[in-house]
């Protein structure tokens, strides 16, 4: 079926076209029939023709009028143009519409039948391609999920056995680095740590497609499958750095996330995110996300907020990855684990040389010290622990001693150990020194119009985490104590007559004296001239 809409302001040229189309094509035919232009453009958003006849000369708009407003809102119709004249301007305009016949009056039935097959032929082709792309895209509708799916799950494999650059290829991916975000959810936040995983798990299943449509509204990402308590997501970045601005950005964004999410499910969310890496690097940026996991308890952490900075381990063996990785993290237990396992594994795939008097095999001896040695020097580059602090002249005479293979296992866990704590303890006076160099920059700049975000970005971390940092540091929020610095600063100007209360109010940071004065009663008891007398 067609539903051809024909439009000429006189009637004998709309009913001979109509009976030209009747009479040749019968019921496959619906026509309709209009004489203005103002018609034409209601009749295609309510009849929404497949061809229409439209005469140039109509009263009101013109039929070049007419095409050009009906073009804005639907360009598969296809237009004939009908005019008594035949003008080259008329026929260039048609052109640039799309128009597939010019045809002038007088029009007889042979030339209305052939230009109405070639429209049809042109509808026909249309519909083709969009039932075409329609089973293409229903079968996209299945695939691409799975291929998601298995790209995530790709990812956050150590032995990634897909190629990267194949999915990225598949999904139509172009950029060339991205982030990773992994959110953890769970009935409850107890002490940080998320609750019901298993009830949640079926909650979040049951409403997983809602949940990646609001996921999509905030990030253009890839969100992998529901994993235990998980969703991981792939997020493609146009930029090998990430500034300081669009990190605070990302942070926002994933915040308001986070809370449609919990309003969607009534769970409570939690997110990490990872730094920007190369698409091949892309599992180290999960790896950092899973850190934010468990070293914060905050809504969302980014790992260029965490107090010990970004460290990266690129190191060829697995084991040898892990537990640089769990050391790094200052985790002793699983360090230790970890280590039980490089020795097993060394056991496993050295080909030993034992001696006769039962001491260690040569190769785990050499080994377990190029590994604390390993350990030692990632500290040192990430700038976690000073040179000093981890002395290691030692090693070389301790494993020259030698001893059984249990001792030397003993010795190894003990420096692995000692090692953890150093990383612990440097990491706790490195969130001090953050704190130190926040109250520095007040201190110096208290008289300026500063806010929490300015000082946040002089230290280079986002002001969500700057500002739990510096409640939990200090047991005061920033504005209690940007204000208490003013205040007392304004003590001590009051202190010189030389300086009049309105200029110690610019001095101290304040713009309004009549907001000054309140905040100094509210602190002080008394206004500042009072305060001055006294």
């Known amino acids: 079926m067609f539903r051809i809409l024909v439009a000429d302001d006189e009637g004998i040229m709309r009913d001979s076209i109509r009976n030209a189309i009747e009479s040749n094509f019968g019921s496959d035919c619906e026509v309709m029939t209009v004489r203005s232009g103002r018609e034409v453009i209601e009749q295609c958003q309510t009849f929404r023709p ?3 006849f439209v005469d140039i000369q109509m009263p009101g708009l013109s039929g070049i009028q007419a095409i050009q407003e009906v073009k804005k809102f639907d360009s598969s119709i296809v237009f004939i143009i009908i005019s008594a004249y035949d003008r080259f301007s008329y026929a260039q305009e048609a052109v640039n519409l799309g128009v597939i016949e010019y045809v002038t009056k007088p029009v007889n039935k042979k030339k209305i039948i052939e230009v109405c097959v070639r429209a049809m032929h042109q509808v026909e082709e249309a519909r083709k391609k969009r039932s075409d792309d329609l089973r293409v895209r229903e079968k996209l509708e299945i695939v691409i999920p799975m291929i998601e799916d298995a790209f995530i799950n790709n990812l956050v494999q150590e032995d ?21 975000i992994t959110l953890e959810f769970g009935e409850q936040a107890e002490d940080g740590v998320l609750t019901n995983i298993v009830g949640s798990n079926v909650r979040v299943n049951q409403i997983y497609t809602n949940m990646k449509e609001i996921i999509h509204d905030y990030l253009d990402c890839i ?11 792939y997020v493609p970045f146009d930029y090998e750095h990430l500034a300081y601005e669009q990190r605070v950005e990302i942070i926002t964004r994933v915040r308001s996330m986070l809370r449609k999410l919990e309003q969607e499910s009534s769970l409570k969310f939690r997110a990490g995110i990872g730094s920007v890496k190369d698409a091949e690097e892309a599992f180290i940026s999960y790896r950092e996300s899973m850190r934010c996991l468990r070293q914060e308890k905050n809504h969302v952490v980014h790992v260029m907020d965490l ?9 060829p063996s697995e084991l040898e990855e892990r537990y640089i990785q769990m050391g790094m993290k200052a985790d002793a237990e699983e360090a230790l684990l970890s280590a039980s396992q490089l020795f097993d594994w060394m056991k496993e795939n050295f080909e030993l040389l034992e001696n006769s008097d039962s001491r260690c095999p040569e190769q785990i001896e050499m080994k377990a010290l190029e590994l604390l040695l390993q350990l030692v020097g990632k500290a040192r580059e990430a700038g976690t622990v000073h040179m000093d602090s981890l002395q290691t002249d030692h090693y070389l005479t301790a494993v020259r001693k030698g001893g059984s293979e249990q001792q030397v296992r003993m010795w190894f866990a003990a420096e692995t150990r000692r090692i953890c704590d150093e990383i612990s303890n440097a990491r706790k006076k490195d969130s001090g020194t953050i704190i130190n160099r926040a109250i520095i920059y007040i201190k110096e700049h208290f008289a300026e119009n500063i806010d929490l975000e300015d000082v946040s970005r002089n230290i280079n971390i986002s002001p969500y985490y700057f500002s739990r940092l510096f409640k939990q540091e200090t047991g005061e929020n920033f504005i209690e104590f940007l204000t208490y610095t003013r205040i007392q600063k304004a003590k001590e100007y009051l202190s010189n007559p030389d300086y009049s209360i309105k200029e110690v109010c610019s001095m101290c940071g304040y713009a309004d004296p009549n907001y000054f004065s309140r905040i100094f009663r509210k602190y002080e008891g008394v206004s500042p001239s009072e305060y001055r007398e006294k």
Request: with cysteine; aromatic share 12%; proline share 2%.
């Open 50 to 52: 497949d061809i229409a």
């Open 160 to 180: 990634r056995r897909g190629n990267v650059q194949d999915y990225l290829r598949m999904l139509d991916i172009r950029q060339q680095y991205c982030y990773m």
């Open 223 to 233: 969100a992998g499958p529901v994993m235990g308590s998980r969703i991981i997501l």
């Open 307 to 315: 107090a010990a900075g970004q460290f990266q381990e690129t190191y």
